[in-house]
Nanobody
């Protein structure tokens, strides 16, 4: 049974950092791409980043380039999203997701079969 559990959200000040974790079970990171998405209140869900650990592939949306870093621990089966230089507009619930046919990056929300419940990130002074 595939499960994804996010953690690491919280309150950060503008310019601060947070590290999100996505603990995966029921599949291996080597074979599936994992995507990070976010959704702010009243806005559509948007892609943030993606990783396919087995192939060393990473991808970043423009909103994340230069500020966020995605990585994977294939032993622990955890994907991390290190977020630096946080801005108030980064405030959102962050989700990790994967799909049965998620073989590479980037991934789209419509192709994801499994989602975590999300972790809330609030950036405010």
């Amino acid at each position: 049974q595939v499960q994804l559990v996010e953690s690491g959200g919280g309150l950060a000040q503008p310019g601060g950092s947070l590290r999100l974790s996505c603990a995966a079970s029921g599949f291996t990171l080597n074979w599936n791409a994992i995507g990070w998405f976010r959704q702010a209140p009243g806005k559509e869900r948007e892609r943030v980043s993606c990783i396919k650990s087995g192939d060393g592939i990473t991808w970043y949306a423009d909103i994340a380039k230069g500020r966020f870093t995605i990585s994977g621990d294939n032993v622990k089966n955890i994907v991390y999203l290190e977020m630096d230089g946080l801005k108030p507009e980064d405030t959102a619930t962050y989700y990790c997701a994967t799909g049965q046919f998620a073989s590479s990056c980037p991934v789209g929300a419509h192709g994801m079969d499994y989602w975590g419940k999300g972790t809330l990130v609030t950036v405010s002074s």
